[in-house]
């Protein structure tokens, strides 16, 4: 099984911000966001800050895909 971001990207632009400005408002490392955007496993305390402030639930920002 693998991961996907895929939904992040999208809520990130549907919410007309830039992952950059997600990143600082976070407190979330570059070294983090890099992982996110190659679908690597972050922790769940990353997940947490993201939908704190997105407002939204992990299923909003992460997808399981089956191989």
Known sequence: MNISYK????????????????RKATG??????????KNELVSLDV???LC???????GDVIEVIKD
Do not use: H, Y
Not at 28 to 37: D, E, G, R, V
């Open 7 to 22: 939904k992040l990207w999208k809520l990130i632009i549907d919410k007309d911000m830039t992952s950059v400005e997600v």
């Open 28 to 37: 979330i490392s570059p070294a983090t966001f890099t992982k996110l955007k």
């Open 47 to 49: 997940l947490l800050k």
């Open 52 to 58: 704190k402030f997105l407002d939204c639930d992990f």
